[in-house]
Nanobody
């Protein structure tokens, strides 16, 4: 079973920066897409940013120019650098991975890490 281990997050003042990382492990998987989603209280989970194994990225308009997603394919690790944070960025951030094992492709999620931005 593929597992995602997140690290980073925490509390920061508006305008500050935080970084998240997420490492995938367990089994023989071919990982295509990795990235981050977030869920604020009372809201649905939404895309933050994802990156494919060829480096193509997709991110939400609300974070463009402030957040950067990157990936180390050799380590099966995805990173999220968050700059110029705003109170509305407060949410639980979930690592996401889309991977294939044999003929089955599945989505995997981390347990989530809290990011809180104070005004």
């Amino acid at each position: 079973q593929l597992q995602l281990e997140e690290s980073g997050g925490g509390l920061v003042q508006a305008g500050g920066s935080l970084s998240l990382s997420c490492a995938a492990s367990g089994g023989d998987f071919n990982i295509n897409r990795m990235g981050w989603y977030r869920q604020a209280p009372g809201k649905v989970r939404e895309l933050v940013a994802v990156i494919t194994n060829d480096g193509t990225t997709n991110s939400a308009d609300s974070v463009k120019g402030r957040f950067t997603v990157s990936r180390d394919n050799a380590k099966n690790t995805v990173y999220l650098q968050m700059n110029s944070l705003k109170p509305e960025d407060t949410a639980v951030y979930y690592c996401y991975c889309r991977a294939r094992r044999r003929i089955l492709t599945s989505a995997y999620w981390g347990q989530g890490t809290q990011v809180t931005v104070s005004s």
